[in-house]
C-alpha cells in the first residue's frame, strides 16, 4: 500500500472522480506494492497450497493501474515463481534460489499485461486486466554524459 493508501474514517472529505481503468494489451514496467501470504482453495490439478497474493502497480505513463497477481506455492507452479523471481532480478536461468518474500515488496520488473474478460455476480460482462507473463530482469542502462572524476 502507498504512503498514500489508507482507510477512510466515517466523516473524511472525499474528491477523486476518476474512473476505473483497464491499461490496453502490452508490455509494461511494474512496481510490487505488497503482497499477502495466503493459501488456495486448490483444484483438480493442484491441491491447497500457500499462496503469494500480489499487489502490483502498473503505469502506463497516463494512467496507473493496481492489478493482483496470484503465486501458487507448488511444484505444479514453479515455472511461474521462477518466472516471477527472474523479472524482479532475484534469480537467473538455471540458478536455484530461496524465494526471499520479505524483499518482494517494492521490487520492480517487466511484464506482459492482458485484458480478461468475465461475467460478474450479476451477469453483465466486464474486463480487468491481468499478468501474464513476467519478463527476465534487464538491469538499467547507465546514463552517459554524467559527471566522470579527473575530467573537466
Keep these: 500500500m502507498s ?5 477512510y474514517g466515517w466523516d473524511d472529505e472525499i474528491s477523486r472522480d476518476d474512473e476505473f ?11 510490487v506494492t505488497g503482497f499477502d501470504r495466503s ?8 491441491p491447497p497450497s500457500n499462496m503469494a497474493v500480489l499487489d502490483i502497480k502498473i503505469t502506463d ?5 493496481s492489478v493482483k497477481d496470484y503465486l501458487v506455492l507448488h511444484t505444479k507452479m514453479e515455472w511461474k515463481l521462477s518466472q ?7 534469480k537467473k536461468q538455471g540458478e536455484t534460489v530461496r524465494m526471499n518474500w520479505s524483499a518482494v515488496p517494492g521490487a520492480k520488473g517487466r511484464c506482459k499485461v492482458i485484458v480478461d474478460e468475465y461475467t460478474n455476480d450479476k451477469g453483465q460482462t466486464r474486463e480487468s486486466n491481468k499478468i501474464a507473463k513476467y519478463y527476465d ?8 554524459g554524467g559527471w566522470k572524476p579527473g575530467a573537466f
Design 39 to 46: 493459501r488456495s482453495k486448490g483444484s483438480d490439478s493442484i
Design 84 to 90: 516471477f523471481f527472474r523479472s524482479i532480478g532475484m
Design 3 to 7: 504512503e498514500f493508501e489508507r482507510e
Design 137 to 144: 530482469y534487464t538491469a538499467p542502462t547507465p546514463v552517459s
Design 21 to 31: 481503468v483497464v491499461l490496453p494489451e502490452g508490455d509494461y514496467d511494474f512496481e
Design 61 to 65: 505513463g497516463k494512467s496507473t493501474v
